[in-house]
């Protein structure tokens, strides 16, 4: 009897340690399961991230691409702008001169009518008098020149009436326009 206790505990023990040995194997498999199912989705989940990294190289390239495209295009504006500016600079310049010319030969013109507006009633005047037989009125001719140079503006106009090279062709230069 000994013997067959011995034998029926050994094979109690044999049969706890083959459920133990079993159950062992199921939860070995059971982590084995879960470790798979976790490198599966870490490598999934590193997949992703790649993608989404490169969808945002993509981006911030695509982006620094059309903001170095509208830094040039605004250079390109700027310096033709600055140009443009310069054109019409140029062209109010020019516009203003011949204004200031314009109204300066105006005022030539405009002083010389009066002059001879002035001039011409002082002959009307001495003429009437001839004919109406008074005292003939002498036309101080002096006095109305002095009269006429006080109503000169610029160099030239003084220039020309004093030197009686003035109007001669091979002494005639070119004077500056004054601006007023």
């Known amino acids: 009897r000994g013997f067959a206790v011995v034998a029926d505990e050994v094979r109690k023990l044999a049969s706890m340690s083959a459920e133990t040995g079993q159950q062992m194997i199921e939860k070995v498999g059971n982590i084995s399961e879960s470790v798979n199912s976790t490198l599966i989705h870490t490598e999934e989940s590193i997949e992703h ?40 600079k140029d062209e109010i310049s020019n516009v203003l001169v011949s204004f200031q010319f314009q109204d300066r030969v105006s005022q030539i013109l405009n002083s010389v009518l009066t002059d001879m507006d002035d001039m011409n009633g002082k002959i009307s005047f001495s003429q009437q008098t001839r004919l109406n037989n008074t005292e003939v009125v002498p036309i101080d001719y002096e006095e109305h020149v002095r009269i006429m140079k006080l109503k000169y503006t610029t160099e030239e106009q003084h220039h020309n009436h004093t030197n009686s090279n003035a109007h001669d062709s091979k002494n005639n230069t070119e004077s500056e326009l004054t601006f007023f």
């Not at 790649?50 to 504006?77: C, M, Y």
């Not at 310096?79 to 019409?88: A, F, P, T």
Request: charged share 30%.
């Open 49 to 88: 991230n790649r993608i989404a990294v490169d969808r945002g190289k993509a981006t911030i390239e695509t982006v620094f691409q059309q903001l170095q495209s509208t830094i040039e295009t605004l250079q390109d504006d700027s310096s033709l702008l600055r140009s443009s500016s310069e054109d019409i």
